[in-house]
């Protein structure tokens, strides 16, 4: 953790610094006591050193006020830069790893365990602090008495050394205690985004009793961490009493027999009472420490993890031969023998087809053959495991994702709508477009009506995951942020899935409009699809079965009852 605060050496240097000084004022004050003590017992004036003394104290209090602001400040910037790190890593994770990962622990991740690591530097503040007063108070009470400080050293060690046993254990808690929370919010996260189907079927209580379950255990764990610091702070603190108590019954015996006069004695009191605090916050600060250790041991999982923008794949695609330069005669796109597994299931066993500029081809097979995972593979969301998938003549995998990305529009199966506006959701695809622009894919999306009849037009929030829009206005929305993307080859999952018949017509003559401007590549269920696309694919059993025109695959069999069956809804 400590590599977090290179970048911000001097502010912490500063704050570590008033400590210091702080220090040295408190290490004044004992002295400055005693003193008095023996001056007012030989009835001399005291009035300077009583101004002195509290002026001294004043200067304690403001400096160490500031060092502390100086730490929490340069905690907040570190938790600040952990959260965009944070940001950046997460976003562009790859998608395949997001879909393994509950989205509620990403969430607590970068919430909970960024705020805790930002108490550290003010935890190594206080650690400075309570050892530089634990040294300065020991060098000067040697010089006054070397038993008290002998008597001191033995009782503080065997506190200290005992606490210590607690520490390891409080780091151990905190990191279960953050796996609990992140359980905690991927439950939640869960039960909000199906609030409708879990209220329907009167699931509630099963749902509080699973996410409650989460909340007990990093209860628990939480316990842990307060038994253990209560535990290690209390034996600290036992042993800064037991430090004063044997100053009290040895150094005040020793008073009385005249073996140290009465202003030393104060001294030698004082400076254990003014080290009991910065000691007692040290080791606080060290359980403190072993708290945010276990949080950025949590964190530090996912900001290991490589984005899918790192080179990892390009060895594998360097092995391939593929056209340095992009060929004007090659297809826009080529799946050559293309395979791809989920874990140890798989999908797709030697894939091959072609993709024409400026045509509409149709994908059609029945549920699970690897419809979507094409699309996927051609956005490298996953690479193949075997088999190359080629742009242009160039394998994917040597391209760059951006330059790759910009050249593809996707509307995914469930038309994903983003908190915000409906102007925010189509400016997804192109910041720089204006209203006209707007309205034009609107129109060509079948929606356009619709939105210029509400209050607020491009301007209507949309709510959370679109609950403000109807299942077809959501699809027809993303419908007409894929139109607006400058996109050459536009990726449909099923777009007329939730669409009547009278909308499915307009957003299918757009479709066929489009025709010699861009390509399309559509996931289709319904027959109206499949009859007026320029190529079909029949994708079974892993494979593409067939390839043709609609009135070419109708004299195939197994097309014929591909349609009748999972096309019939139509």
């Given at each position: 953790m400590l590599t977090l605060l290179r970048a911000h050496w001097a502010p912490m240097s500063l704050g570590v610094f008033l400590l210091a000084a702080t220090t040295a004022l408190i290490l004044v004050q004992p002295l400055l006591a005693g003193a008095l003590v023996d001056r007012a017992a030989v009835g001399s004036p005291i009035l300077v050193s009583a101004v002195v003394l509290l002026s001294l104290l004043a200067a304690q209090l403001l400096l160490e006020s500031l060092g502390h602001f100086q730490l929490d400040r340069v905690g907040e910037r570190v938790v600040l830069e952990l959260r965009s790190d944070f940001t950046e890593r997460v976003v562009r994770l790859p998608v395949g790893l997001l879909d393994q990962t509950r989205s509620g622990d990403l969430l607590a991740r970068g919430a909970s365990d960024t705020a805790l690591v930002g108490g550290m530097p003010r935890a190594l503040g206080d650690i400075v602090f309570g050892f530089l007063t634990l040294l300065g108070a020991g060098i000067f009470m040697l010089a006054i008495d070397?038993?008290?400080?002998?008597?001191?050293?033995?009782?503080?060690?065997?506190?200290?050394?005992?606490?210590?046993?607690?520490?390891?254990?409080?780091?151990?808690?905190?990191?279960?205690?953050?796996?609990?929370?992140?359980?905690?919010?991927?439950?939640?996260?869960?039960?909000?985004?199906?609030?409708?189907?879990?209220?329907?079927?009167?699931?509630?209580?099963?749902?509080?009793?699973?996410i409650g379950g989460s909340a007990h255990a990093a209860y628990r764990s939480g316990l842990h961490i307060a038994s253990s610091t209560a535990l290690s702070i209390g034996i600290v603190r036992f042993g800064v009493t037991g430090s004063f108590l044997a100053i009290m019954v040895i150094d005040g015996r020793r008073v009385a027999d005249g073996g140290l006069s009465v202003g030393q004695f104060v001294s030698l009191f004082a400076f254990a009472l003014y080290a009991v605090f910065p000691v007692t916050a040290a080791f606080s600060a060290l359980a403190t420490l072993r708290t945010s250790a276990g949080a950025h041991q949590h964190l530090a999982a996912t900001l290991h993890e490589l984005p899918e923008s790192e080179p990892l794949t390009q060895t594998t695609a360097a092995t391939v031969a593929a056209p340095p330069d992009v060929d004007d005669t090659a297809p826009l796109v080529q799946f050559d023998t293309v395979s791809f597994r989920y874990g140890a299931a798989p999908v797709l066993d030697g894939v091959s087809f072609t993709l024409a500029r400026d045509q509409i081809t149709a994908l059609i097979g029945p549920s699970g053959a690897g419809k979507s995972t094409v699309l996927a593979l051609l956005c490298r969301f996953h690479d193949p495991a075997g088999g190359v998938v080629r742009w242009e003549g160039r394998d994917v995998r040597t391209l760059r994702l951006r330059d790759l990305r910009d050249r593809l529009g996707l509307l995914e199966q469930d038309a994903p709508v983003l908190h915000g506006t409906i102007r925010e959701n189509l400016l997804i695809a192109d910041p720089d477009a204006g209203d006209g622009d707007l309205w034009r894919v609107l129109e060509q999306a079948s929606i356009a009506g619709e939105i210029a009849s509400l209050p607020n037009q491009l301007d209507t929030a949309v709510l959370d995951r679109g609950r403000s829009l109807s299942g077809g206005q959501r699809q027809r929305l993303a419908l007409a942020r894929a139109f607006l993307s400058r996109s050459e080859l536009i990726l449909m999952d099923e777009p007329t899935a939730h669409l009547d018949r009278a909308n499915e017509y307009d957003v299918m003559r757009n479709l066929l409009q489009a025709r010699g401007r861009r390509s399309v590549l559509v996931i289709a269920h319904r027959l109206s699809t499949v009859t007026n696309a320029d190529q079909i694919l029949v994708l079974q059993h892993g494979r593409i079965q067939a390839s043709g025109t609609h009135d070419e695959l109708l004299r195939m069999p197994a097309y014929r009852e591909l349609i009748e069956h999972e096309l019939a809804r139509d």
């Open positions: 070397a038993l008290t400080l002998g008597i001191v050293i033995v009782v503080m060690a065997v506190a200290f050394t005992i606490g210590n046993l607690f520490l390891s254990r409080i780091q151990r808690a905190s990191v279960d205690r953050q796996d609990a929370l992140g359980d905690y919010t991927a439950g939640l996260d869960r039960a909000l985004g199906a609030a409708r189907t879990i209220k329907l079927f009167g699931a509630e209580d099963r749902e509080v009793r699973s």
